[in-house]
């Protein structure tokens, strides 16, 4: 149902993206889509912080979706990835570099550190296997939304 959460599967399905690929739904340009999963990896790999957003109380039932097989909604907007945020990148190559540079440095980061976990602002403090399963989930999402199989 989702993808292997590895990054030659990620990288053959990235391949497929062309700067002018339309989604499906949401309004990312393929290579903001590509920059916003990027910042999702700097999430995991403890590069990027950001404020809890879902309450303590919640943290549970968050978790039971991510370890569930429903695959995100359509459409869901959450407050760490704008719509409007400026492309990083002169061209698409040069984001799915930064993706493959974060992949790398998050399994490097989770092989050092027995027993780490790093927050999620919507599920908490996640290991390894949670994370993976979170990235599996979320790239399969945005591929979904460009039409990537």
């Known amino acids: 149902m989702f ?3 590895n990054i030659e599967v990620i990288l053959s399905l990235l391949s497929k993206l062309e700067d002018g690929s339309k ?8 290579q903001r889509m590509v920059e916003h999963l990027a910042d999702a990896l700097k999430v995991s790999n403890g590069k990027l912080k950001v404020e809890m957003a879902v309450s303590e109380d919640k943290l549970d039932r968050m978790v039971s979706f991510l370890l569930s097989d429903k695959p995100m909604a359509k459409n869901i907007e959450v407050s760490f990835a704008g719509k409007n945020v400026p492309l ?5 190559d040069l984001a ?11 399994e490097e980061l989770f092989a050092s550190q027995d027993g780490l976990k790093i ?8 290991d390894f296997e949670q994370w993976l399963r979170l990235h599996a989930k979320h790239f399969t999402h945005h591929f979904e939304q460009f039409g990537v199989k």
Request: hydrophobic share 35%; glycine share 6%; proline share 11%.
């Open 23 to 30: 989604p499906l739904w949401g309004e990312m340009s393929a």
């Open 96 to 106: 799915i570099d930064e993706v493959v540079e974060e992949w790398i440095d998050f």
């Open 119 to 126: 927050s999620h602002p919507y599920y908490g403090p996640l």
């Open 88 to 92: 990083r990148h002169e061209e698409m």
């Open 3 to 5: 993808i292997e959460p």
